[in-house]
């Protein structure tokens, strides 16, 4: 859902470990979603996308889950890297006749060394 | 380099005061969004523009206001600034405003300081 102001959750993995990171959605209608990665002192970038016609997506050392029955959707982190320390935004996209883009609350990954 | 830019990287101002951010969207990016990040916090979205036209209002105060220009950058406009205004301002420009992708290209940021 989109986000309401509070304080970042925070997810704290080993150097090597896979990292899940989840996001919850509400409206049924949502038919795209994305996941950004933000840097310190950084715009968030695009990381992985996924339509609502499917439930998994990979890329390069991460997938995307979809489940639409529940409306959640989780980032996995393969092998966790030092880099891939960054808070983690969903977004959620309806189509229709403007889409209007609504960012979850965010995910800080601690990756520990 | 995202191809979006945004203009000033900081700011500092005093309460009361009114500041201009400046966006120019990713060439051949139609669509305008801006977004408030406060300090840890997630973002805030506060309005949208596509070619010109404001298209989606989000969480944006009264003392708020934006444009899209003919050439497409856009301006925020933050008036009578009080301390909690102090945040970080995205831009973000995509291709497409009425159907289809819709990736979000987010600038640099502008960081804001009111004191």
């Known amino acids: 859902g989109e986000s309401v102001g509070l304080h970042l959750p925070t997810l704290s993995v080993q150097e090597g470990d896979n990292s899940i990171i989840n996001c919850a959605y509400s409206?049924?209608?949502?038919?795209?979603f994305i996941w950004y990665k933000q840097e310190s002192g950084k715009g968030p970038q695009f990381i992985i996308d996924?339509?609502?016609?499917?439930d998994k997506r990979q890329g390069q050392r991460v997938t995307v889950l979809l489940n639409k029955t529940v409306k959640h959707l989780s980032l996995q982190i393969a092998a966790t890297q030092p880099g891939d320390s960054a808070v983690y935004f969903c977004?959620?996209?309806?189509?229709?006749?403007?889409?209007?883009?609504?960012f979850g609350i965010g995910t800080k990954l601690q990756v520990i060394p | 380099d995202s191809g979006v830019t945004q203009t000033p990287k900081h700011l500092i101002t005093a309460t009361g005061q009114r500041v201009t951010l400046r966006c120019s969207p990713r060439?051949?990016?139609?669509?305008v969004y801006w977004y408030q990040q406060s300090l840890d916090q997630g973002l805030q979205f506060l309005i949208q523009y596509y070619n010109g036209e404001e298209r989606a209002k989000g969480n944006i105060l009264e003392r708020f206001s934006a444009q899209q220009f003919p050439d497409l950058h856009s301006e925020l406009n933050l008036s009578s600034l009080e301390l909690g205004d102090s945040a970080l301002y995205f831009c973000?420009?995509?291709?497409?405003?009425?159907?289809?992708?819709?990736?979000?290209?987010f600038g640099a940021g502008s960081r804001l300081t009111v004191l």
């Open positions: 409206n049924s209608a949502s038919d795209y």
């Open positions: 060439s051949g990016d139609l669509s």
């Open positions: 973000a420009s995509s291709a497409f405003g009425l159907s289809g992708a819709n990736v979000l290209t």
């Open positions: 977004a959620v996209m309806n189509s229709g006749g403007y889409q209007k883009v609504t």
């Open positions: 996924i339509r609502s016609n499917m």
